[in-house]
Every structure is written in C-alpha cells, then in structure tokens.
DNA sequence: CGGTTGTTTGAACTGATTCAATCTGTGTGG
DNA sequence: CCACACAGATTGAATCAGTTCAAACAACCG
C-alpha cells in the first residue's frame, strides 16, 4: 500500500498545477481537454534519447525528470530539472538534450500539434507559458553562475536549497533528497567522490543531518548563506516575491 | 576612415537580421515600423542594472552584449551573449541579470507596449520568436556542459569556435576576437590568469596564433576536437544543420 | 543468498587559484 | 614628442581544491 500512495497521492494533477501558477479557469480546462498519455519513466532508462523531436508537451505528474547532455568524452552534465508539476514545452525541431528520470516519474504526454493551436489562439496562454520560459531561462543562468563562480561546497548547498523550494519542502526544515550522489555530482559539475566528502563536511558543521536519503536543514539560513541562494530568481511571478 | 567604416559596415540592419533568419517580408516589415531609439553601450559601463524591468526589446545592431550574473561573494559571471545580428526579448518581471557591452555597441531599444501586440497578432512571429528563444536555450545548456565539465582548455577552446561561429568569420580562418581575457575568464568559470596560460599553451601547441586581438585559427580541426565543439545547438532552424 | 547500486574512505596526483610583480600597448595632457 | 596613467597581458611561486584510482562497505531486491 506504502508504494501506491507515495505514487499517487504525491502526484499533482494538470489543472491543480495550472491554477495554483496564476491560469484562468476556462483556460485550464481547455488545456485539460487536450488528448494525452501517462507514461511512466522508469529508472535508469532514457526516458527520450537526445536527438528525439521535440514534438510533445509534457507535465511532470509526480517525480523529477532532468534534461541531460553528455560531453565527447561521455561525461554527463544535467542541465536542467523538472519537478512535479512542472512542464517541458515542445520544440520546432529536434532537442540536443536527452531526458531521464531522477526517480520513477509519471509523465503526461501530449502531442504538439494539440497544444500548439490552442496557445496560438489564446494570447493569454502565451504570456502563461512565456513567463514559464523566463522562470527556466533564470534558473539556467543560476546554475551556471553555480557551476562557474562557486566551489564545490556552495554549489552543493545552493542545489539543496534549490530543490527544497521547488519540491515545497515543507519550511525549509527537512527534505526528502531524491538525487543520488551521482546525480547531485551530474548537477553541479563534480564527481561523486567530491560530493560525498562535501556532504559529509556540511554534516560535519552542523548545516544538514542526514539518515538515508534524507536530510534536515539544522541551520536553513547558515545553508543558504553558504550557497549563496537568493530564491528571488525561483518565482515565475513578481507577485510572488516576497 | 578605418574606424567609421568598422562601426558601420560592420553594424546588421534590423530586417535584414530578421530576413536571413527566414521570417516573411511582411512580417519583417511590421517589426521594422516599430518606434525605437538607437543607443550606444559603451565600453565598461554598465548598460542596464541587474532588476532592471524587462520592458524592452532590444537588437544589437553592431558590437556585443552580454548578460551577467553576481554571486554574492561578487565574482561575476557572464551568463549570455548577444552578438550583431542577434536581440534580447523582453520580460514579464524584473531581470535577474545585468547588461554590459563586451565591445562599444549599437543597440535598438524599443518598447514591450509596442512589441507584445504585434507578436500576440501574428502566430507566426510567436513560432519565429520560440525558435530564437530555443535557440539560447541550447546555448546556455552547451555553456553548462561546458563548465560543468570540460576542462579549462577545452573550455576556452570551445568558446572561440563558438565565437567564430556566431560572429560568422570567414571560413573560420580567423577571428577578431572581442573579449579580454578577463571576460573569457567571467565566461568560462575560471580566472583570468589561467586564461592567460591556456592561451599561450594553445598556440604552443599550434591550435592558434595570436597578434594583438587577433587570432588565427591554424587548426580549425583540432581546435573544434579539444573543445568537443559541434555546432548543431547553434542552428535555430532544423533546415540549417548541414 | 548473490547481484547490483550507491556510499564511504584513503593516498597520490594535478589542474587551477591566489598573490604579487612585471611588462606592454595605448591614449592623454603638457 | 615625452611623461604619465591605465587597462590588459604575462610570468613565477606557493598553495589548495578537486580528481583519479582503487578498495571496502552498506543497503536493497529478487
């Protein structure tokens, strides 16, 4: 019963998600019309090969999906993170970048030449998903100020900060870590040694608590201050600033 | 003679930016009716502060901008470049970023009030402008890849290939390259005394010769190989990608 | 139980930073 | 035309952060 609520009951529904981003009701609902599927995208497996067209909408139900690019010499970067109840928009032609799945995730997949119409004709959608687009352009730019000003310790904490926002965790207080340190390594440009000895050194200066995979924040503000997180760049909204 | 013929032959006229990239004369037209003002950004000034609001479209008409980002400990970094040719669309909200010329610029500035319901008219300019904007989508990624993992000759080794891409030089023979080291340094992640030393060891190598600003390209090849540049991501339309 | 995935640790090494000094080219004003 | 200022490029020496390689350990799952 535990596997099935978890999957379940953590999942956020389209027009749930739409609504609560600042979407007008009769909008929401044309876009819950549209034809789609769930898919479930497993772990470990490629969930849409680099290369693949980039002709489908999805919505993260529940999970995390990462966009990935790998490097000639075969080394992963992860350039970008969908969590519940976020979206990849389709693209005109085809993506350089590959998506897997951070942790078993239910995908809604809709087609682009369902989705494109109804935002063609709806400037309101537009301006919706526009400021969706400008969201991601920013968390983009953060992570390479990330990946090219901070040092590894920092861009460890500004990670879980960053994911602690986007899964809602509920007041900065604990969170249930879902990267492997792999993954955490693919993020932040590292290798996998180096985020465990970062990880243990946090531990060790009482910024985090960890049991398993899952980590209290004992010093929330200590930990933004060391990632130099300024979660201002999160909000799609500028009434959402506080 | 040299100087004025340098700002102005060089300088991309606004349709015919937009004619190259494939959108249809009328269209071209009504984009090229749009008040404006033409603004210089001088040299190591600052030309809009990060939080500035993104109430404008602006087009670089000659010279370069590039966006950046400051981390709180001050080191900045270079999160995008608009070359000639290329713009910068407007926001819903406030940017996250600031604007500095890398070389004094030309810059078209008009206004969102103006541009937005031309767009919101026109479904094919929406589908010309998400091109564009998928575009720097896969350049930023390309830039993540490339602090995120490649090393720092690579790094650099990339950015020039890139460069002479984007600022289409002729047979990638050589480059007027535009940036100090300082500012490849703000770009790549790295400092710019190590720029410095990668510079030197690549023309030791024989990749390049330098004189002044300029570089030769002595072996385009190799050059693209350490910098694992392949320059797919940078073809905004399926049809360019030879 | 055995296999697999992920975490932890150690030791050696290296790429890049830091700090500081020097050098070069260019433009400015006397 | 020279003196000076200034931005940028170059070099050296010391240090350090992060990688690499290798091995051991823990947790989980069928």
Redesign the interface.
């Known amino acids: 019963m535990s596997r099935r609520s978890k999957a379940e009951s953590r999942g956020v529904s389209l027009p749930e998600a739409l609504t609560k981003a600042g979407l007008a009701p009769h909008l929401v609902n044309l876009l819950d019309q549209m034809p789609r599927i769930v898919v479930r995208a497993e772990l470990r497996r490629t969930f849409r090969e680099p290369g693949a067209t980039g002709d489908e909408v999805m919505f993260v139900r529940s999970g995390i999906l990462s966009?990935f690019?790998t490097?000639?010499?075969g080394?992963?970067?992860i350039?970008?993170l969908r969590f519940a109840g976020e979206g990849i928009l389709p693209?005109?032609?085809?993506a350089?970048?590959g998506i897997q799945a951070i942790v078993p995730s239910d995908v809604m997949v809709g087609r682009a030449e369902d989705f494109d119409p109804i935002v063609?004709a709806h400037?309101e959608l537009?301006?919706f998903f526009?400021?969706l687009?400008?969201r991601?352009?920013?968390i983009?730019?953060?992570?390479?100020?990330n990946?090219?000003?901070?040092d590894s310790t920092a861009r460890v904490a500004h990670l879980l900060c960053e994911t602690a926002f986007r899964m809602h965790a509920e007041k900065n207080t604990h969170l249930q870590n879902p990267f492997t340190q792999q993954q955490i390594a693919e993020i932040?440009?590292q290798t996998s040694v180096n985020v465990n000895r970062v990880l243990a050194d946090m531990e060790r200066r009482g910024l985090i608590r960890r049991s398993g995979r899952e980590i209290a924040f004992t010093n929330w503000n200590e930990l933004r201050?060391v990632g130099?997180f300024?979660p201002?760049?999160l909000f799609s909204?500028?009434r959402d600033v506080a």
């Open positions: 966009k690019k490097d000639t010499s080394r992963r970067q350039v970008a693209r005109s032609g085809p350089e970048y063609d400037p537009q301006r526009r400021r687009i400008e991601n352009e920013a983009g730019y953060e992570w390479l100020v990946c090219g000003r901070r932040t440009g201050r130099g300024q201002n760049y909204n500028p």
